[in-house]
């Protein structure tokens, strides 16, 4: 598809903050805290949002993570944006902490764009929280490798963190393009040093994979790049950082 005239308002969502256990990876790197961002794409056919923070009242979650945060529909009207007026989910992947408050669009027409490796992994146990990631079928778009979402904004595979995690890449005007990084990498300096950590990949036979989706979203030259996990944005031109 071809890209818009001009690149659409992306706004990121500071949708919670989770206190991490001991024996979470990150932990260490974090200082025992953790944000977590969604975003969204004012896109001329309607909003898209990219993943949807934590969600209520799960006792475990709430006991481990403590999470503090705001409701989705809330975020979105901070950005003047209504809820109602969202055309479309993209979840980079099914942890709890990136799916938690679909159940907001669930029932509704609204499709969720996952990788179809990712929606196989979340059936697993202690993958996820099931009733937030399971996507009704109707709205359950799976998705294989790179996929158009609407003019100008397109998922591309970034296997690493989990072997179906996703990105989404906005182009606009002249060839700009941002990229949502999501959680390809926990901080922006993975992305800059071009690192696949055991903290965010845990799994060793998918570091390889990790590293080469940081570089296939560079290729894109980006101007931009959002993580779910930190405040920092990577720009192209350091000295604007
Ligand atoms: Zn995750």
């Keep these: 598809m071809a890209p818009l005239p001009s690149l659409p308002r992306i706004e990121r969502l500071h949708l ?100 179809a490796e990712e929606v196989e992994a979340a059936r697993q146990p202690h993958y996820t929280v099931q009733e937030w990631a399971t996507v009704p079928d109707g709205q359950m778009r799976r998705v294989r490798g790179d996929e158009d979402v609407a003019e100008g904004v397109r998922i591309l595979a970034t296997p690493g963190h989990t072997r179906g995690h996703q990105s989404v890449v906005v182009e606009g005007g ?22 696949a950590t055991p903290a965010n990949v845990d799994e060793e036979d998918l570091r390889d994979e990790a590293v080469a989706s940081i570089r296939r979203l560079k290729s894109l030259n980006p101007s931009a790049a959002h993580f779910s996990h930190h405040p920092t944005v990577w720009r192209s031109s350091p000295g604007i950082r």
């Design 174 to 195: 002249e060839g700009e393009v941002v990229v949502i990084a999501a959680q390809t990498v926990w901080d922006v300096k993975e992305f800059d040093l071009e690192q």
């Design 16 to 115: 919670a903050d989770l206190v991490l256990p001991e024996t979470h990876p990150e932990a260490k790197t974090s200082g025992g805290a953790a944000v977590v961002f969604g975003f969204v794409i004012d896109h001329p056919d309607g909003p898209i949002v990219v993943d949807t923070g934590v969600g209520r009242g799960h006792p475990f979650i709430d006991a481990v993570y403590a999470p503090t945060g705001l409701d989705l529909g809330d975020a979105l009207s901070g950005v003047g944006i209504d809820a109602r007026d969202v055309i479309a989910i993209v979840n980079s992947h099914l942890h709890f902490d990136h799916c938690g408050q679909n159940p907001l669009y669930y029932g509704s027409k609204v499709p969720v764009f996952v990788q």
